[in-house]
């Protein structure tokens, strides 16, 4: 049983582009939702995190949109570099379970 | 500070063998969780330890096992080798009281043959 799906598995966006990736689950009771991002021989790192009783929470040109009604929340990236070319992972936690990952998504951000 | 360390870096084994990988969290974290990547099912959990003691376990054969010193560093074992153990096994430590920020190691490949 996959807690949460993430799509799409891989994204091409033009440098300057806005990158959109969306999560769904399927426990409610989850109350904590990173994103990490994983460059090519690294391991993932944290990248922004938000919890339900907000709608929305910016870092930069990193965004989280969150909508408990829909049980859904998606990772924007506004001005899309090439650096930002990575695997980006969503991910949802509840107590003292462990972090429950999306199956990733492949950005490549061409010029 | 010093990040995660893991070793091997790369390993090659075969069918049958058992592998053992090696991981040093961060100076003062207790906490040590594993995980399994691979292409097609991203980052599965496997079993996170605490003070030597295992606190969670995912859903892996017994096959795959492990255990933490009481220095934090952790072990992972993997016995009787198969084509499908092929994956990027990854380490990561957090804080006793912050286990929702994982620090991630660069991992260890392995390739079964």
């Known amino acids: 049983q996959q807690q949460v799906k993430q799509s799409p598995q891989s994204l091409i966006v033009q440098k300057g582009g806005i990158s959109i990736i969306n999560c769904a689950y399927e426990?409610?009771?989850?109350?904590?939702f990173p994103w990490y991002q994983q460059f090519p021989g690294k391991g993932p790192a944290l990248l922004i995190a938000?919890?339900?009783?907000?709608s929305e929470k910016k870092e930069g040109r990193f965004t989280i949109s969150f909508n408990k009604s829909a049980k859904q929340f998606s990772l924007h990236i506004m001005d899309s570099q090439p650096g930002d070319s990575a695997t980006y992972f969503c991910?949802?936690?509840?107590?003292?379970?462990?972090?429950?990952f999306g199956k990733g998504t492949r950005l490549s951000v061409i010029a | 500070k010093a990040g995660v360390t893991q070793t091997p870096r790369y390993l090659i084994k075969t069918r049958g063998q058992q592998v053992t990988l090696s991981c040093s969290p961060i100076?003062?974290?207790?906490?040590v969780s594993w995980y399994q990547q691979t292409p097609g099912q991203g980052l599965q959990f496997l079993f996170e330890?605490?003070?030597?003691?295992?606190?969670n376990k995912g859903n892996f054969p017994g096959r795959f096992s492990g255990r933490q010193f009481s220095n934090s560093r952790s072990e992972m074992n993997v016995s009787t080798l198969e084509l499908g153990d092929s994956a990027l096994y990854l380490c990561?430590?957090?804080?006793?009281?912050?286990?929702?920020?994982?620090?991630f190691g660069e991992g260890s490949r392995l390739t079964v043959l």
């Open positions: 991910a949802a936690h509840v107590g003292n379970t462990p972090l429950v």
């Open positions: 938000i919890r339900p009783d907000v």
């Open positions: 990561a430590s957090s804080l006793r009281d912050s286990r929702r920020e994982l620090f």
């Open positions: 330890y605490f003070s030597e003691t295992q606190r």
């Open positions: 426990n409610t009771a989850f109350d904590y």
């Open positions: 100076s003062g974290h207790r906490s």
